[in-house]
């Protein structure tokens, strides 16, 4: 038996040598395909009829109305509407955990698609929030808040919550930080509301990592775009549209 292995090996071997001599690369070329209208009318109808009830089974899902937003949102460094909107709305959820944040933070890297002005899906914010993290609570002393601060202004800004004022260079620096009002006491505790992957010290937030107190609930629930989407129902059913708006939570300013 272990002769036959041992001649197979040395065929492959043999097999594998030939081939690397005998072949060799004469030519790369590539091209670009446009996608655009010119497709649309291009429809198999035998792949649509197979199709048909798989579609009309998403379309169920992701067709619900969650609410208004009243302007188009996109990202951008240092601060955007759905950045602030999405760290806000991660505070506002603190209270259905029992807890009380002084502060949220959103990664610019979780945020995968713009919102519309107007009527908003979840199928929207599926496609706003397509990934399974999940809500998270930790403790920083003043000084870790700081530290963190730091590592959002060398990224160049993050999502961050309404109370939030940080002023960073152009070249990555913070410059200063206050929160809520105040300056940031370096023993005090804080309590930070963000997501399970920023909390674990992803995303170049380490800070997070020397966090003590965490809670990251893991059922389905606690995924961050249903509470989103509680935010938006929660907001429609007042009659109210969804807004945000930049407002200087984070300004670039350098030192002169």
């Not at 005090?188 to 963000?194: N, S």
């Not at 995303?203 to 990251?216: E, H, L, Q």
């Not at 389905?220 to 907001?235: G, H, Q, T, W």
Request: with cysteine; charged share 25%; hydrophobic share 40%.
């Amino acid at each position: 038996m272990k002769k036959s292995i041992c001649i197979a090996a040395v065929w492959a071997a043999m097999m594998l040598a030939g081939c690397a001599a005998h072949y060799q690369i004469a030519d790369v070329s590539r091209s670009r395909i446009l996608v655009n209208k010119r497709f649309d009318g291009m429809t198999d109808s035998g792949t649509a009829a197979f199709m048909a009830p798989y579609t009309a089974k998403v379309d169920s899902m992701m067709k619900p109305v969650m609410g208004v937003a009243a302007r188009d949102m996109d990202k951008r460094r240092p601060e955007s509407e759905i950045s602030n909107l999405l760290a806000d709305i991660m505070v506002w959820s603190a209270k259905d955990y029992g807890e009380k944040a002084d502060f949220g933070v959103y990664n610019m890297g979780g945020i995968r698609a713009a919102l519309s002005k107007g009527v908003v899906t979840y199928g929207d914010i599926n496609d706003i929030a397509p990934f399974e993290n999940k809500i998270a609570f930790t403790t920083l002393k003043g000084s870790k808040v700081l530290e963190l601060f730091a590592q959002i202004a060398k990224r160049g800004g993050e999502g961050v919550s309404h109370g939030v004022e940080m002023v960073i260079s152009s070249d990555g620096r913070l410059l200063s930080a206050r929160l809520n009002g105040e300056d940031i006491d370096p023993q005090r505790d804080y309590r930070a509301v963000t997501i399970d992957y920023i909390v674990q010290g992803n995303d170049g937030m380490t800070a997070f990592r020397d966090g003590t107190n965490t809670v990251s609930p893991q059922e389905e629930k606690d995924n961050s775009r249903f509470l989103i989407m509680n935010y938006f129902k929660a907001m429609h059913a007042e009659g109210k549209e969804v807004d945000a708006q930049v407002e200087g939570r984070i300004k670039v300013r350098d030192e002169k």
